[in-house]
């Protein structure tokens, strides 16, 4: 069966969607071409937009969207371009996040981040490459049978993520609140809230949006199903900051405890990592309740996504 | 009349079409918002997009938009949004193209550059945002009574313009020409155009061919402006080189002669100044040729444009 409903019948699930997603990430960023002029330095780039885009990852942003997709009664293949266009999205902030002038960090996933293998200039231009071909991939969903109206919204839904409505207002925020003092743990809360919303909640809301979008999806599925994806997104950051502070880089494949070195507002800095926890649990609730109303079948994997995200020990 | 015939008419023409473009820049960023949660912390993104989207630039390609657009029997209001996208995107990219990691450079238009005012971090965001703007701008191209399709169409050429085939190709090409090393000049010639091409030329192309379709140009007509751009966008760069040797960094308004520090390919090194002069001449004469065909009225301000370019001093 397709359907998972056990724990390790969702692994291998999860398993199989990642595959899928992988194979087309892959073909997406060839290494071998003999048509496009200046091949050898767009080779360089397109070296360090595979780097950091495969194999590694959770795959969670594009496994949501093929899942949104089918839910709504649309086929996997057709919401292949926009899975990968998140994902790319999603490595594209990776690479930008790491550098030098931002987070400065060297390890990633347990390999040294982009720019320590490429270089920052041609990280830079990896990630710029990987926004223009989330934007390209997206908009070639049209020869798969998909309107232009529903092209155009999932291009607006993606472009909404990653501009001051979502991934820069959320990182900006994030700046700010390092120099920011608040008036009591209400605001603070509130701010943190924000801020994640905006630097994770917003870019999976719009993996499931896109998904159930080109699936053909109903605004009330899709308005369902961004409800959903928001509060995994933000339990997905909650968790993050909890096992930023309890887990070892080694487990983490990447830098653990910098958040309290670097002074950033966390989670279980502001409620401690008990109430954190509790929170993400919570939030785990809320998201299954969004789903209440689809084929109950259907929703399985998005209820054992939900489950594994707060589960999770990297 | 608002077809320019002389210099000073043409001159006059521009200053309106740069007017009107600044003005829709201007309103497209606001710097009062009561809506937007983390306004505090996106308003400082807004500043840094705006410090370097606003007064400054001759507005070339957003207005070579707005004339093909109206050459093709538009409005020019049908395209001001994707016209202020071009300028986003250009601008977007000067903002990268600066960083202490890039070119490392301190002066732009006469004024300190966006990440010495900015901080390093928030520039990045900002150039991330004014992408992202581009395309919502863009997108919203529709509730003008432009079809879903032209739209796709137009967000499509704008992917391509900053992607592996559009400005990263030719800033992989510059990055990888200053160690590479030629069997002739031949060959030496062949890779800058190429890099020339691509850094420059392709986005002032995706200007005029985005105009074109949102002004409902035919297919034909799209590929001629698309040739005259090309030509266009390649001698500005061939005058870039040459004035960035013969002029001041106070005449330029920003550092000058620096091509010849980094050991930069450039058409007066590789050609002499005599000859680049000459040769951005022949492509003038090229551009003006690939416009005909078109109502000789109408095409005054695009013959004017390229001959202004070919003229410029700074």
Known sequence: SSIASSDSEFISYMKNKAKSINKALDNSIPLCNNFVPLWEPVLEVHKAMRYTLLPGGKRVRPMLCLVACELVGGQESTAMPAACAVEMIHAASLILDDLPCMDDDSLRRGKPTNHKVFGEKTSILASN??????????????????????????????????????????????????????????????????????????????????????????????????????????????????????????????????????????????????????????????????????????????????????????
Chains 1, 2 share one sequence.
């Open 129 to 314: 490459a990987l926004r223009s071909l989330a934007v390209k991939q997206t908009l070639a969903s049209t020869s798969l049978g998909v309107t232009s109206e529903r092209v155009l919204r999932a291009v607006q839904e993606m472009a909404r993520a990653v501009g001051t409505e979502g991934l820069v207002a959320g990182q900006a925020a994030d700046l700010a609140g390092e120099r920011m003092s608040f008036k009591n743990e209400d605001d603070e809360l509130r701010y943190l809230e924000l801020m994640h919303v905006h630097k994770t909640a917003v870019l999976v809301e719009a993996a499931a949006v896109v998904g159930a979008i080109m699936g053909g999806g109903s605004d009330e599925e899709i308005e369902r199903l961004k409800s959903y994806a928001r509060c995994v997104g933000l339990m997905f950051q909650v968790m993050d900051d909890v096992l930023d502070e309890t887990k070892s880089s080694e487990e983490l494949g990447k830098t653990a405890g910098k958040d309290l070195i670097t002074g950033k507002l966390t989670y279980p800095k502001v409620m401690g990592v008990d109430n954190a926890r509790e929170y993400a649990k919570r939030l785990n609730r809320e998201a299954q309740e969004h789903l209440q109303g689809f084929d109950s079948d259907k929703v399985v994997p998005l209820l054992s996504l939900a489950d594994y995200i707060v589960k999770r020990q990297n």
